[in-house]
């Protein structure tokens, strides 16, 4: 089984992921552009028995746009944004793509709130 290994910026904080994430998605939500600073965030979601976590994070909880809290975990030293647990899927934790730093990592199956997507910003084939 593929294991795929995520870290923030400096390396404290990593997590290791066996399999293939359950969906990626493309978030456009107004949040997911103020956490990432860039027109939409993409999260590679994993069942939490498949994700192991070392380092040291800080957490920053919020109301999704949806209604539903979201636990965000970031390191202390570099600020990066790694991984988060989203209330409306308990088993899941999702984890930034970008923290994979893997140009072959799965494109995203879903795209959500698109309602505050960017005009310019194109969409992947959804399945």
Same mark, same amino acid.
Request: charged share 20%; glycine share 8%.
């Given at each position: 089984?593929?294991? #795929?290994?995520?870290?923030?910026? =400096?390396?404290?904080?990593?997590? *290791? =992921?066996?399999?293939?994430? %359950?969906? %990626?998605?493309? =978030?456009?939500?107004?949040? =997911?552009?103020? #956490?990432?600073?860039? &027109? /939409?965030?993409? *999260?590679?979601?994993?069942?939490? @028995?498949?994700?192991?976590?070392? +380092? $040291?994070?800080?957490? /920053?909880? !919020?109301?999704?746009?949806? +209604?539903?809290?979201? @636990?965000?975990?970031?390191? +202390?030293?570099?600020?990066?944004? %790694? /991984?988060? /647990?989203? *209330? #409306?899927?308990?088993? !899941?934790?999702?984890?930034?793509?970008?923290?994979?730093?893997?140009?072959?990592?799965? &494109?995203?199956?879903?795209? %959500?709130? @698109?309602?505050?997507?960017?005009?310019?910003? !194109?969409?992947? $084939?959804? @399945?």
């Amino acid at each position: 089984m593929m294991a #795929r290994k995520a870290t923030c910026s =400096c390396g404290q904080l990593q997590t *290791a =992921c066996e399999g293939d994430p %359950v969906k %990626v998605a493309q =978030c456009h939500c107004l949040a =997911c552009q103020k #956490r990432t600073g860039a &027109p /939409y965030g993409i *999260a590679a979601f994993f069942d939490k @028995e498949a994700v192991s976590i070392s +380092g $040291d994070s800080l957490a /920053y909880s !919020r109301p999704s746009d949806s +209604g539903f809290p979201i @636990e965000f975990h970031f390191c +202390g030293n570099c600020g990066s944004t %790694v /991984y988060w /647990y989203p *209330a #409306r899927l308990p088993d !899941r934790v999702a984890i930034a793509v970008g923290a994979f730093a893997d140009p072959d990592f799965p &494109p995203p199956t879903l795209s %959500v709130f @698109e309602d505050t997507k960017h005009s310019w910003v !194109r969409v992947p $084939d959804q @399945e």
